[in-house]
């Protein structure tokens, strides 16, 4: 009798399946480090925007107005998408406070993403007295819920901004 040293039908079939389980699991792991890479990036562009939005603030004595009108009149990062010459928060480029204006690695579309408003003073109840104030924040955070754990928060008594963002700052003129 001949002795044949093959692998059997089954035996490459279990192979197949073990080496498919195991590339799905590695494809997971994969997709939720890229969120979270994703999410931090988002978090480090607010930080930079946010210290962008000082300087002007030193250099002009207040905070930029609003530059879109597509999105109820709040700036949209890439509104109009990346390249389309509608800069997040123009008046940060041009002013040279910022190389250039962040937007959403994933939100491209219209009015997605980081998002800006500058309020007139008293706006939504905040106090008058403290002048006008800015809101900048960004929605659809890929791995945490809403409000992010680490969200300075922005509300004014009749309105909390917390509640329309994962991630909110503001900040007075005065």
């Not at 039908?9 to 799905?24: D, H, M, R, W, Y």
């Not at 009149?73 to 990346?82: E, H, I, L, R, T």
Request: with cysteine; charged share 20%; glycine share 14%.
């Amino acid at each position: 009798m001949q002795k044949n040293n093959g692998f059997t039908l089954i035996e490459l079939l279990v192979v197949i399946a073990i080496i498919g389980l195991l590339s799905s699991i590695v494809l997971v792991s994969l997709n939720s480090a890229r969120q979270k890479a994703r999410d931090a990036r988002r978090l480090s562009d607010m930080r930079q925007i946010q210290l962008a939005l000082e300087l002007y603030y030193d250099s002009n004595g207040g905070y930029p107005g609003n530059t879109d009108n597509d999105c109820g009149g709040w700036d949209a990062g890439f509104n109009g998408g990346p390249n389309s010459g509608d800069p997040f928060i123009q008046p940060l480029e041009t002013g040279g406070f910022i190389a250039k204006t962040p937007g959403d690695p994933i939100a491209t579309g219209r009015c997605g993403g980081y998002s800006y408003y500058r309020y007139s003073a008293g706006a939504y109840g905040c106090d008058a007295s403290r002048g006008a104030y800015f809101v900048l924040g960004v929605r659809d955070m890929e791995t945490s819920g809403r409000p992010h754990p680490n969200s300075p928060g922005w509300s004014c008594p009749s309105r909390n901004w917390q509640n329309e963002f994962d991630w909110v700052i503001g900040g007075f003129e005065r």
